[in-house]
């Protein structure tokens, strides 16, 4: 396993491509329900529906705390035009930092996030789901997506859900995902602050 994450760019034209990628390897898994958290594993789990035969799509909003922070701050202008060297030893920096915390963090998963009720509304369904794919851009801690499956499973109590993403960025996350296109990698995806030609 690399000590570094490898940053990788997506842009605009690739993104359908890799999508569809991910969308083949979940394919044989035949999902009834596809859930795609907002905003990044939204964008993937639409690109993705076609290729899944269309099942029922349903998107969430579950964000942490630090995310909602960042996007608070509008540093969009800023991130951008730093160098790219810069970035990418903000973004090592960033999961490094994350990692860290969580190894002497004890609290449990989803314990910082408000709006549970929220999201067991959006999570309740009149019919019943087998087969349930939680779809997210990237997964570090896992506690993104660890929210939504425990949300699932009050509400679908019979349903397997399996969490399919692009990219996982930490060495040793504590929620492996099902589907992965890419280990310890930091992608920069056309709405990432620090995207390619963003400015």
């Not at 960042?70 to 969009?76: A, D, N, P």
């Not at 800023?78 to 160098?83: K, T």
Request: with cysteine; glycine share 6%.
């Amino acid at each position: 396993m690399r000590s570094r994450p490898v940053c990788m760019d997506v842009l605009s034209h690739d993104f359908v491509e890799i999508c569809l990628e991910l969308a083949a390897t979940v394919h044989d898994y035949a999902p009834d329900l596809v859930i795609g958290i907002e905003r990044g594993g939204a964008r993937v789990a639409e690109e993705m529906l076609e290729a899944l035969g269309q099942p029922e799509y349903v998107a969430v909003r579950v964000q942490r705390p630090g995310t909602q922070a960042k996007s608070s701050l509008r540093l969009g202008g800023v991130i951008s035009r730093l160098p790219r060297i810069v970035t990418e030893h903000l973004r090592w920096l960033e999961v490094e930092v994350r990692e860290q915390a969580l190894r002497t963090d004890r609290s449990p998963a989803g314990a910082e996030w408000a709006g549970s009720d929220e999201l067991l509304s959006a999570l309740t369904f009149s019919r019943s789901f087998q087969r349930i794919v939680v779809v997210d851009d990237t997964i570090d801690s896992g506690r993104t997506v660890t929210v939504v499956r425990e949300a699932l499973r009050r509400t679908c109590p019979g349903a397997e859900v399996r969490i399919a993403v692009l990219a996982s960025t930490w060495r040793n996350p504590p929620v492996r995902p099902d589907y992965c296109l890419h280990d310890r990698t930091l992608l920069r995806l056309p709405w990432s602050l620090d995207a390619v030609g963003r400015s």
